[in-house]
């Protein structure tokens, strides 16, 4: 291997001991949510720690504040969060003179001064700024159906002096409060309309109530017929789309596969669509169940049960089912029967398995996943500006499906929240996946000149990636390049030309996380819209955000930290302020290529990868 590659071995080592965890199962993460999607991001990033340049110890580069000593900063004081570049930085500086976030309060309380600055116009150009924080962060803090219940009051309550808004009363109140209702449902409308009829009663109350106030202020009138549309648009989706949505089952990546629908463009999931998942038993068979994304572990369990009953090969019924997941290593994490969403949680080769409790420690990875079987990459017969191109528009799709709301929901709430972050979850494991996919393709070719060409390529691949600025790709096929079973195979990398060597290297220094990632940082300030970040990241400086600084100090919000929260989810609808557009390949290939890159066939146990990389070079070679 390159002497230049040497300063991040041991921290690629921390990183690939992460990813054997495949998922951040074992006996500390049984169970899903917050624990389980925290581990998902350190199986992805494991960057939550700084390794120095010369390879000295770690160090915190964020360290959260201590209960004796809550964050709370003032207008003036400067809680940039260490992720920003320096533009940015400035930029936010800019921003900062010009308005001053709202002072901490109690939730309620900071609603009712949304409502006055939004009549009053109190705050003059940066109401939008001030709307946009509450709209993006309210959840932390006040939840949905408080919020509406507060909205709702305010539109019929009269104003007094000393209570509420002494200034601002009549139609000016009602007019603000059906504004900032508007914008709630223009932010929430995909999430809403999941809801069904658990949220959809709100604009139907709102509309109700604003019908009666007519007569007193016909200046409603739009509005009013605004709200009406609101109500059936949340109660009644457009046929064609509930109708598409009952015909779809929805694959996701290796779990649950169907060539021609993985073809097609990748849309949001949403937690109502169906899924065929195959779920095993001790013996490795298995029974294939169609269910919701999000339904809980018990439904789950319930179809299981129904299938196996008519199965010859279960001649009794099982008494007390369990759902565990298995890793491709061996390890296990078992479901509680109140878990929802279990299937975006698990690893790139974790599957499900049904069994009784006593069985749990007999449980084995499948067959196929603990053995593999040596043979050349369709990958050569491919080139590297298709595949490249494939990574590109697929990861596109993927980070396009992603609601603003799943990163606060991902980081603030875990499995409390009230909207899963599904889509999310998705463009994790396809990091993860690529990662892997780059170490199995070198690390199963038993040629040394066309593991030489595979080098060179997936080179090539990272370096159109960065071109098209798709970084998520471009760091992970890094980031699989630098797998220590693939550093290690000297004589590969010593057959590797000059010129790609020092490509190399210079894309390592922009996976350094030494500075807090500064290499990556000015990379991705140097870019413009449209973009694909590299996702974990932005996940670890919205988790370092949260617990360097307190969200309450008893009953009063830190509203300055919902600011920094905001501001960090505005930067990815920065990112994809811009449409991407790539001209489609007339080639031939072009639809094998196209299937190959959207279901990547890898080998995520670290260990194994090492066995196959010792068989390749042998450690006295």
């Known amino acids: 291997m390159p002497a230049g590659m040497k300063p991040l071995e041991k921290f690629l080592k921390k990183q690939t001991n992460a990813l054997t965890r495949a998922g951040g199962f074992g006996d500390k993460a049984v169970g899903t949510g917050a624990s389980r999607r925290r581990a998902s991001l350190s199986r992805v990033v494991p960057f939550f720690r700084e390794t120095s340049p010369e390879g000295g110890p770690t160090r915190d580069v964020f360290s959260p504040e201590t209960e004796e000593a809550p964050c709370w900063p003032s207008a003036a004081a400067d809680i940039r969060s260490p992720s920003l570049s320096s533009d940015e930085q400035s930029s936010e500086a800019s921003l900062d003179t010009s308005w001053t976030p709202l002072a901490a309060d109690t939730p309620e309380n900071l609603a009712l001064t949304l409502l006055d600055s939004v009549a009053g116009k109190r705050y003059g150009n940066c109401t939008e700024i001030l709307l946009d924080d509450f709209m993006l962060t309210h959840p932390i803090f006040l939840a949905s159906d408080k919020f509406q219940q507060v909205l709702l009051q305010q539109f019929g309550a009269e104003g007094r002096q000393g209570e509420g808004w002494p200034s601002w009363d009549g139609v000016e109140r009602k007019q603000a409060v059906l504004s900032v209702a508007f914008r709630y449902l223009d932010t929430y409308r995909e999430l809403l309309q999941e809801e069904g009829d658990r949220s959809n009663s709100f604009p139907k109350d709102l509309y109700l109530c604003a019908v009666q106030e007519l007569s007193r202020f016909p200046e409603l009138v739009e509005d009013v017929l605004k709200l009406q549309r609101w109500t059936e648009i949340l109660h009644n989706p457009a046929e064609e789309d509930k109708e598409s949505r009952k015909k779809q089952v929805r694959p996701l990546f290796r779990h649950f596969r169907r060539i021609d629908a993985c073809l097609q463009p990748r849309e949001a999931f949403r937690g109502s669509d169906e899924i065929f998942c195959r779920v095993y038993t001790p013996d490795h068979s298995y029974v294939t169940i169609r269910s919701r994304l999000s339904c809980r572990v018990g439904e789950i369990l319930a179809l299981v049960r129904e299938k196996l009953q008519y199965s010859e090969d279960q001649p009794t019924q099982p008494a007390n089912l369990i759902l565990v997941a298995v890793t491709s290593s061996g390890e296990k994490a078992v479901f509680r029967p109140s878990d929802e969403a279990v299937f975006t949680t698990l690893g790139v080769n974790t599957h499900l398995f049904a069994c009784e409790p006593s069985e749990l420690e007999s449980l084995m990875p499948l067959p196929e996943e603990i053995h593999w079987s040596p043979g050349d990459s369709k990958l050569h017969d491919m080139s590297a500006e298709e595949v490249a191109n494939q990574l590109v528009v697929f990861d596109w799709e993927l980070f396009s499906c992603v609601h603003?709301?799943?990163?606060?929901?991902?980081?603030?709430?875990?499995?409390?929240?009230?909207?899963?972050?599904?889509?999310?979850?998705?463009?994790?494991?396809?990091?993860?996946?690529?990662?892997?996919?780059?170490?199995?393709?070198?690390?199963?070719?038993?040629?040394?000149?066309?593991?030489?060409?595979?080098?060179?390529?997936?080179?090539?691949?990272?370096?159109?990636?960065?071109?098209?600025?798709?970084?998520?790709?471009?760091?992970?096929?890094?980031?699989?390049?630098?797998?220590?079973?693939?550093?290690?195979?000297?004589l590969t990398w010593e057959g590797l030309p000059g010129k790609f060597r020092k490509q190399f290297q210079q894309f390592e220094s922009i996976a350094d996380p030494s500075r807090n990632h500064k290499s990556y940082r000015d990379l991705l300030a140097s870019l413009r819209a449209p973009l694909i970040p590299f996702t974990p990241l932005l996940l670890k400086d919205l988790t370092f955000l949260h617990e360097s600084c307190k969200t309450f100090h008893g009953e009063l919000v830190n509203f300055e930290k919902m600011h920094k929260v905001a501001e960090m989810v505005r930067s990815i609808r920065r990112y994809r302020s811009t449409q991407l557009v790539m001209e489609a390949e007339p080639s031939p290939s072009h639809l094998q290529t196209k299937a190959y890159v959207r279901q990547l066939q890898v080998i995520d146990n670290q260990n194994l990868l090492f066995e196959m990389s010792c068989k390749l070079e042998p450690k006295d070679m």
């Not at 499995?415 to 990091?431: D, G, I, K, T």
């Open 404 to 490: 603003e709301v799943e990163f606060v929901c991902y980081v603030f709430h875990g499995e409390q929240a009230r909207w899963r972050p599904l889509n999310l979850e998705l463009v994790l494991q396809r990091c993860s996946e690529v990662q892997h996919w780059v170490a199995t393709e070198i690390l199963q070719c038993q040629s040394l000149p066309k593991r030489v060409q595979l080098l060179r390529k997936f080179i090539k691949i990272a370096a159109l990636c960065k071109q098209q600025q798709d970084l998520l790709s471009f760091l992970a096929v890094v980031l699989g390049l630098d797998n220590p079973a693939v550093s290690r195979l000297r």
